[in-house]
């Protein structure tokens, strides 16, 4: 099995571009999830899904879209990057929307930087 | 809000010496999550703790759960430099389940 699948693994944009993180996970996992990483931030939930067709805001939603048509997949849009969007981007994973017996596995991040 | 606050920010230790990571939670949690991330890495997933005053070892390392479940700890005993890296406490937003709230985790760095 593959895990949990993020690409692309860099990617740089101008202010005001929009583009599309993309994650697939192959666990049959009914959660996931969306974290951005930055310096002395820790990780910081932005949309959350628990299950095909369920997504929810997490801490930081603000100029972030998700869907999530499949149990698979579960994209990240921005519509107008701006340079506060410079972040390492983590999806992850768990069997469950509860976090009881549900650790998150996490793919390999996206690195976004916005100039 | 609910805060999920680690300390210390950074240690640097030699190598045998012992680390300790602390987790506080402002309110109390059902359970914690304990994961480790290496430099360039993803997060990994350690442990999960769920009972109050819980203790569980992995090798090296050990994990508490506070008895009002609001604190845990991570304790390694002679870090080695394969320890190197940061590591989260993560426990769920008390409303919500869904919503695993990271502390800002704790880097250990290990001089040979």
């Known amino acids: 099995n593959a895990g949990v699948t993020q690409t692309p693994k860099f990617q740089v944009l101008k202010t005001g571009q929009s583009m599309t993180l993309q994650c697939a996970q192959d666990m049959n996992h009914e959660y996931m999830s969306w974290y951005r990483q930055d310096p002395g931030m820790g990780l910081r939930l932005i949309h959350y899904?628990?299950?095909?067709?369920?997504?929810d805001q997490g801490e930081v939603p603000n100029g972030y879209n998700v869907s999530r048509s499949t149990t698979e997949d579960f994209p990240l849009r921005l519509l107008s990057a701006a340079p506060s969007q410079t972040s390492v981007y983590f999806c992850a994973s768990s069997p469950t929307g509860s976090s009881y017996n549900s650790p998150l596995h996490f793919g390999n991040g996206t690195r976004l930087t916005v100039t | 809000g609910q805060q999920v606050m680690q300390i210390p920010q950074y240690q640097h230790v030699q190598e045998g010496e012992d680390f300790t990571t602390y987790c506080n939670s402002s309110t109390t949690l059902s359970n914690i999550q304990w994961y480790k991330q290496r430099p360039g890495g993803h997060p990994v997933f350690l442990i999960q703790l769920v009972k109050s005053g819980e203790v569980k070892k992995q090798k090296r390392l050990t994990f508490q759960f506070g008895e009002a479940k609001k604190n845990s700890s991570l304790h390694i005993t002679a870090t080695q430099t394969t320890d190197v890296g940061t590591y989260f406490c993560?426990?769920?937003?008390?409303?919500?389940?869904?919503?695993?709230?990271f502390g800002q985790g704790t880097t250990l760095q290990v001089k040979p």
């Open positions: 899904s628990v299950g095909a067709g369920i997504t």
């Open positions: 993560a426990g769920p937003k008390s409303s919500n389940t869904g919503k695993l709230i």
